[in-house]
Each structure stands twice: as C-alpha cells, then as structure tokens.
C-alpha cells in the first residue's frame, strides 16, 4: 500500500487567498484525520471523519476552514481566505477502527506559507 | 479528561548511550498510551503502544516503554542510541470510551557524534 497521500507537498501563497489540501487515505480505513502542527502549538487535531462523515470538527480554528470528505478515498481541507497565522505544516492521517486505540497512519504532510 | 506532559522539549544523548525520553499522563480511566516518531520532513509513525496488555511494550528500532499505572508514566528507552533515532517523539494517551486521542508537545532527540 503506498500509504496516506498528500497534495501538494509544499504551498506558498498570499494572504487572502483561497488554499486547498488533498489527502488520500489508506484503502480500507474508516477514519480521516486532518491535523494541524506549529512550532507554538504543537500537533493540533482539526477535524475527523467516520465513514466520510464529519464527527468532530470542534478543533477547526474558525469558519475560514472546512473540510470535506465526497467518498472514502478523498478528503480536501480548504482555508478561504488563508492568513499568515495559518502558515504550519497540516497532516492527514488514517486508521481503520476505533482510532483511539488503533494505529493512526500519517501522511508526509503539506506545509503551507502564507506570505 | 485526559491529559500527556513530556518532559524534556530537547534531549541530547551520545552515539551508544541510553535513551530515556520521558512521558507522564493523567487519565480518570485506564487508558491507552502510544509514542509516535517524526523524522524530518516525515509524517508520524507509531514506534509502540500500550494497550492494557503487557506493561512492558517493545517497538520498532530496539525501543521499549514501560507502563507504570502508580507513577502515572510511559518513558521511552534504548539501551544503545544510533544516529538514525534523531528524530521528535510524541508520546499520546486516549480512552477507548472517549474516541479521543492527545499528543503531548513532542521531545526532539539529538545524537551527537
């Protein structure tokens, strides 16, 4: 399996620009994870799907970001208007069952700048 | 709710000494507890997880934690560090009945020659 994919790898944009992540999960994994990791803050969870539905979004920092899951295979993490402050790396990652004791699979990430 | 404190933002070891990164968490329930690794410009990877078995976990590269409920504690340990083990390293506690996980802050591992 060639694990959880991540486009594009590196972003470089300008404030007030609309900014899209795409992830990949490993083929048979339920759950999708976007996370969110800064030098200040550390590894945040942003939002998690079950069965590509969203379950808890409550560590989405405010309503320029949402995230959507159209079918098991494809997720997106979109920032409109994208501000400097959400310069970080972003990751997503997979696992196949309960994710609380299940091995979580990351991908490479995506590190986005926001100029 | 849980919680996971690592101790240590920065550890340096020398080539072949031991390895003790350390990990503390607080849950009101037996939980599971997991160390994750990052190798630069990597995704996460699970090294080892705890989960109600064996209090004493072995992972991948020659690492191994040690559950301990009465010191609230998972350290990580390696009799022999390589050059290879820079890295970070998150230590992350969850509760089954919560469907949450938490990282700690990560420990970055230098090796010097």
């Known amino acids: 399996d060639a694990g959880v994919i991540q486009s594009p790898r590196h972003e470089v944009t300008e404030m007030g620009q609309e900014v899209t992540l795409r992830c990949k999960p490993i083929s048979g994994h339920d759950y999708l994870f976007w996370y969110r990791q800064t030098m200040m803050r550390g590894l945040e969870l942003l939002i998690y799907?079950?069965?590509?539905?969203?379950?808890?979004d409550s560590g989405m920092p405010e309503d320029r970001f949402s995230a959507k899951m159209p079918n098991a295979s494809f997720s997106t993490l979109k920032i409109q208007p994208s501000e400097p402050r959400d310069s970080a790396v972003y990751f997503c990652a997979s696992s196949f069952r309960q994710f609380s004791t299940d091995t979580q699979y990351f991908g490479p990430g995506t590190r986005l700048t926001v100029l | 709710a849980q919680s996971v404190t690592q101790l240590g933002s920065h550890v340096s070891v020398s080539e072949g000494a031991l390895v003790l990164l350390r990990c503390n968490y607080s849950s009101s329930v037996p939980p599971y507890l997991f160390w994750y690794v990052q190798y630069p410009n990597q995704g996460l990877q699970l090294l080892l997880k705890y989960t109600s078995a064996a209090t004493l976990v072995k992972g991948i590269n020659g690492f191994e934690a040690e559950f301990k409920k009465s010191e609230t504690s998972f350290h990580l340990t390696k009799p022999s560090a390589h050059m290879s083990d820079a890295a970070e390293y998150f230590c992350a506690v969850s509760v089954p009945v919560d469907d949450k996980i938490i990282f700690g802050k990560g420990t970055r591992l230098h090796i010097l020659p």
């Open positions: 799907f079950n069965n590509n539905v969203p379950i808890d």
